[in-house]
Each structure stands twice: as structure tokens, then as C-alpha cells.
């Protein structure tokens, strides 16, 4: 069965700090994955997604990007942290096509100060 | 484009006792998967119950069940015999088929609370 290990758990940043949050997933190769933002009173947001090694697709403009450096790595990422980027994220994985689900990382924390 | 929409932010329910959450998701699409999931306080995202939409028959796992109306695009999460496990944060969730991304629109969540 798929897992997915995301870490840290809370992060405090300083504004103009740059930012590194990791996702690995393991049981599965070729896995689509995710990267959401929750945010209060906006639900789950998509970032970006990925299909395979080296392809990110970017659902909103924003200061963040992502890359997919291994099979089963997806790298959420920032030069320079705004305060705006405080919030809960999320890394997915996408689960069978019997099941159409995601298995869900256990989230990442910001705070930018 | 898809949207979902939830449009109860708070409930709240007695012990032992039914709710209902509801969700409408507006769509042009005819084959499709929607989900609820359960984020309790440890923020854990969890899938309670999915639909398929081309099946007329209410999905069901224990406790939790869903009434799809599908030309009304509604899909409302019944769970009877509510257990104070049961707090948390319910997302309804959609993901439009075939898809080769397999992207989900969600929500903006409704937060229950049940009561001792």
C-alpha cells in the first residue's frame, strides 16, 4: 500500500527567507502528486501537480514553485517567503485507478514573521 | 470550470444522534467521482465515502452515506449515530473523468462538532 512522508510538521520563517517542504511516497511507482494549500475559509487549494519526473503543472500564480526531482519526491519551494504564504499545506498521491482517492501527507504548518 | 460549494461552515449534532452535510458541485461534465473526506483535529485527511456518477445506487460504509441527485448536482454526507470521533472537518471533493490528472476541486469544508 502507498505511504507518504512529509515533513516538518511546522515551520516558523522569517519574511524574504527562502522555503523547502518535502514529499516521498513510497509503495507506488509513477505516482501523480499534489501540493495543496489550506487555507481558512477557502477549503483546499491546488498548487501545482505532477504526472511524472520533471513535469509540474501550476493551477495558480503565486511565490511558490515545485519540482519533481525523483520518481517519488515533489518538492514544494520558495526564493523568498511572503507573509501570505502562511498556511497548512498538503501533499497528495494519487491511489489506484480502482479507487480514485488520495492518500493525504500528514501536513506542514508555515508560519512567515 | 467545476466549482464546489459548501454552504454550511459550522454544524453541530447530539451524540448517537443524525446529521447531514450538504454539498452542490456545478458541472457540465456526465462522468465524474465525488468524495467526501474527514480532516479531524490531528489534520490527518481521511476518505470516508466515494461516489461514482454513473451509478444510481447511494453509496453506504458503516455509518456514513451519501443521497447524490445528480440532475439536481447534490451530494450530501449523512452520518447516523454520531460519536464525538466524529468532530472534525468534512470536505466534499470532486475529480471529472477520464482524467489524466486526476485533480480534485474541493470545497471550502464544513466544520462539525458533536456533542457529548
Known amino acids: 500500500s502507498q505511504t507518504i512522508h512529509q515533513w516538518p510538521a511546522t515551520l516558523v520563517q522569517p519574511v524574504g527567507s527562502p522555503l523547502s517542504l518535502e514529499c516521498t511516497v513510497e509503495?507506488?511507482?509513477?505516482?501523480?502528486l499534489y501540493w495543496y494549500r489550506q487555507a481558512a475559509g477557502r477549503g483546499l487549494q491546488l498548487l501545482f501537480y505532477?504526472?511524472?519526473?520533471?513535469?509540474i503543472s501550476s493551477e495558480v500564480p503565486q511565490n511558490l514553485s515545485a519540482s519533481r526531482p525523483q520518481d517519488r519526491q515533489f518538492i514544494l519551494s520558495s526564493k523568498k517567503l511572503l507573509l501570505s504564504d502562511s498556511g497548512f499545506y498538503l501533499c497528495?498521491?494519487?491511489?489506484?485507478?480502482?479507487?480514485?482517492?488520495?492518500?493525504f501527507g500528514s501536513g506542514t504548518r508555515l508560519t512567515v514573521v | 470550470a467545476q466549482t464546489v460549494t459548501q454552504s454550511q461552515p459550522e454544524m453541530s449534532v447530539q451524540e448517537a444522534e443524525t446529521v447531514t452535510l450538504s454539498c452542490t458541485y456545478d458541472?457540465?461534465?456526465?462522468?465524474?467521482?465525488l468524495f467526501w473526506y474527514k480532516q479531524p483535529p490531528s489534520r490527518q485527511m481521511i476518505l470516508v465515502i466515494r461516489?461514482?456518477?454513473?451509478?444510481?445506487q447511494n453509496a453506504t460504509e458503516n455509518r456514513f452515506s451519501v443521497n447524490f441527485q445528480k440532475a439536481a448536482k447534490s451530494f450530501s454526507l449523512k452520518i447516523s449515530d454520531s460519536q464525538l470521533g466524529d468532530t472534525a472537518m468534512y470536505f466534499c471533493?470532486?475529480?471529472?473523468?477520464?482524467?489524466?490528472?486526476?485533480?480534485?476541486?474541493f470545497g471550502t469544508g464544513t466544520r462539525l462538532k458533536v456533542l457529548a
Open positions: 497528495a498521491v494519487f491511489r489506484q485507478r480502482s479507487h480514485y482517492g488520495y492518500t
Open positions: 509503495g507506488t511507482s509513477n505516482p501523480n
Open positions: 505532477s504526472v511524472g519526473i520533471g513535469q
Open positions: 458541472t457540465s461534465e456526465s462522468n465524474y467521482y
Open positions: 461516489q461514482e456518477a454513473y451509478k444510481q
Open positions: 471533493a470532486f475529480m471529472k473523468l477520464p482524467s489524466g490528472t486526476y485533480k480534485y476541486i
